[in-house]
């Protein structure tokens, strides 16, 4: 059948399943929505309050669902608000595709009104971008585009489509999509074996979880193979969640803000299996250091990312779930009781601690794990509140925590909130924000609003930059520069101005009954809660040092 471009792009989106978008209209792309609201019956759009927090609600139903996230943006200015989220995206292999569109291909290259190279200036930042300039290939472009994001290690495609192709008329003809298939060609027996022989002679093994197995959907394998290895098992902030944060053998988070119990036993022990994880410089601290004492295995779907940040002595490139599959089969029952043992009772000696005289945030996070069983969606913006989320609220399943991790993205976490809740209504939604975070995305509380999304936006508001001042406070002889932010705003007012519902909270015997009333208005509501300017992640990793060289409070004293 004849089609115009406009209604080849809505087509190609019901083919592949796209239930919601999130965009924001302009002058370019206006072809695009008025065919939009021909089908909204059949997509959902969200209209954001800003470019970047439709990028972000895309990524954040991804992240929610491990389907493809959509967003749109007119030409110049309104693509480049994209870009912020679509590198949030990459860096954490999201699947996520953005349509913008651009000046008809006659005034390409001459300056012309909000023209802009949004494929050039997004091709570091993308799996791969197109610009379609001809519409006989526009229906094919948009296919790869979602092919590509979902294949192998997902990540961000970008489509720009010219203004005179979303007008243009060619034959367009439905094809059913088949589902994307796991990456399997890469695995080898051979490498299975050499990483079979390392981990039947272990005698102090360390599981390290990665993104890659929340992605891969990989969980129940992992649980097995854990099982049959017998050994104690840490995480990346990524990873959360793959690996049940109430199993007795969960020693906690690895790294710069991982607890004591982790960082130790993976300096202590002899192999260290890394299942989807990519070792990040927050993750390794000193990489020379890092791990010295083990040999080390790992499975990754990408190529690239084996011996790019450590060496390792083993590696099964792959989808990970299908690694795992075939090493369970052929793994036979380990027993290291008295290395979990050690580590477990390494854990029960060196706490995560705070201080519960006053509100804090890790107060503040336990509260909500207690009143949600865990049960709940958490988004985060990026700071001490982040690593807060991470430390003190367990994880039990996949895609319960969505954050920033590769690209610390501040202004991240609300619009990725209104995705997730926007893919999976039936859970709670909470982002948890810092109240410098919430000065960057706090217009997207009008969004939820303006379309009932019932996420809880809880701030701890500490009247600073809290991270940055931490390393001001510890390394930088307590010179705060441009990181006070005490100048009176009251986001209270501002989310009635906009609004939601909101509260304040200053006092631990205030947050219970907050948090619950805040779970059963099913509404938006911001809750503010007030803590101490110099409040403090620990333990911490001293920059330049090894991760045993984690240091805590006491430490401090």
Known sequence: MQLNGSEII??????????????????????????????SDEIKHILTSHEQGAAHAADGYARATGRVGVCMATSGPGATNLVTGIATAYMDSVPLVAITANVAVPL?????????????????ITKYSFIVKNI?????????????????????????????????????????????????????????????????????????????TVISGASEELKQFVDLLDAPVTDSLMGKGAFDGEDGRYVGMLGMHGTKAANYSVTECDLLVTVGARFSDRVT?????????????????DAAEINKNIKVNASVIGDVKEILTRVNAKLAQQDHAEWVKKVQALAADKPLTYHKDVLTGPF??????????????????????????AQFYKYRKPRTLIT???????????????????????????NIAGDGCLRMNMNELATAVRYHIPVIEIVMNNSVLGMVRQWQT????????????NDGVDFVKLAQAMGAEAF??????????????????????????????????????PPGAAIEDAFSEEDMK
Request: overall charge negative; glycine content about 10%.
């Open 504 to 541: 304040r909270v200053t006092k631990c015997e205030e947050v219970e009954e907050v948090l619950k009333k805040a779970i059963a208005l099913n509404k938006p509501v911001l809750i503010d809660c007030v803590i101490g300017s110099d409040d403090k992640v620990f333990p911490m990793v």
């Open 404 to 430: 920033s991790g590769g690209l610390g993205t501040m202004g991240y976490g609300l619009g990725a909130s209104l995705g997730a809740k926007t893919a999976v209504p039936e859970k709670t939604v909470v």
């Open 136 to 212: 006989e290939e526009l229906a094919s472009t948009i296919r790869r585009a979602f092919q590509i994001a979902q294949t192998g290690r997902p990540g961000p495609v970008l489509v720009d489509v010219t203004k005179d192709v979303t007008a243009a008329v060619t034959e367009y003809e439905k094809q059913e999509i088949m589902p994307v298939s796991r990456s399997t060609d890469k695995i080898k027996e051979e490498d299975i074996d050499a990483a079979l022989a390392l981990i039947c002679s272990a005698k102090k093994p360390m599981v390290f979880v990665g993104g890659g």
């Open 364 to 389: 503040v996070m336990e509260k909500l794990y207690e009143i949600t069983k865990g049960d709940a969606i958490i988004s985060t913006e990026v700071g001490q509140h982040q690593m807060w989320a």
């Open 10 to 39: 809505i087509e190609c989106l019901k083919e592949q399943g796209v239930d919601t978008v999130f965009g924001y209209p302009g002058g370019t792309i206006l072809n695009v929505y008025d065919e939009l609201y021909k089908h």
């Open 285 to 301: 601290g000193n990489a020379k250091k890092f791990a010295y004492n083990a040999k080390i295995v790992q499975f990754d779907v």
């Open 474 to 485: 510890l390394f930088y002889g307590k010179r705060y520069s441009n990181t006070i932010l």
């Open 108 to 124: 390409l290259g001459k300056d012309s009104f909000q023209e802009i190279d949004i494929a050039g200036i997004t091709m570091p």
